[in-house]
């Protein structure tokens, strides 16, 4: 029953746990709502972007007039933007949304699904997924926002996903099939290599909602 879901705030230094309030609008969980270090949340809710302060119970609808189904959101590191992918143009591309200005930007433009993107901690690299390679075949991409030039990074044959930046901004970890179960993955900036981080039986992939 999600009517039952409840998120909590722990704080690592006093240990002590704090029940998140959900918002009218929709039921929040570990896959729709991400919340910044300045006690704002934000989350979809019937296709769109929805933001508030922690303790408020509505929030603000910030993508109405932009159509289309947005998901797969991620703060930027200075809690200035969120970043998110919408279906409006009839297929996934990555946007971000300004918080102070309210502006909305499409970050890439390509017929391919481009989507589950995270800007890196000095604002200027975007990773993102995308099957430009292979319909099938999804690889993480690296966008430079200024010159536009792009590098695939994975170029596996296998599924790899929702990148996240480390704090440094010198790796990657990601999400990837390609070896036949999902395992969690960090790519080097500097040297350009993959190391797996996990094997195990069990599914290992889903990077939502971290920051190394």
């Known amino acids: 029953d999600s009517t039952n879901i409840n998120l909590y705030e722990f704080n690592l230094i006093t240990k002590e746990e704090k ?3 959900q918002p009218k609008e929709c039921v929040l969980d570990d896959k729709n709502a991400v919340f910044s270090g300045y006690g704002i949340e ?16 509505i929030g603000k609808n910030y993508t109405k007039d932009l159509g289309g189904t947005s998901n797969y959101l991620a703060w930027s590191f200075d809690n200035s933007a969120i970043i998110f992918t919408n279906n409006t143009t009839g297929n996934n591309e990555v946007y971000s949304l300004n918080i ?25 690299l975007l990773v993102f997924s995308s099957n430009r390679k292979d319909s099938s075949d999804p690889d993480l991409y690296i966008l430079h926002l200024e010159t536009n030039e792009i590098k695939n990074i994975t170029n596996s044959k296998g599924y790899d996903l929702i990148g996240r930046w480390s704090k440094d901004g010198f790796s990657i970890v990601y999400g ?24 195990n ?12």
Do not use: M
């Not at 934000?42 to 119970?57: H, Q, W």
């Not at 102070?100 to 699904?113: C, D, Q, S, V, Y």
């Open 100 to 124: 102070r200005t309210h502006e909305i930007k499409n970050l890439t433009n390509n017929p391919a699904n481009d989507e589950r993107g995270e800007i890196s901690p000095d604002g200027k």
């Open 42 to 57: 934000a989350y979809t809710c019937g296709g769109d972007i929805f933001i508030k302060d922690r303790d408020a119970s």
């Open 19 to 21: 029940k998140i309030q």
């Open 176 to 199: 990837s099939n390609r070896s036949g179960n999902w395992e969690i993955y960090r790519y080097d900036i500097v040297d350009g290599l993959s190391t797996q981080l996990t094997n």
């Open 201 to 212: 039986n069990a599914f290992t992939g889903d990077l939502s909602l971290i920051h190394i």
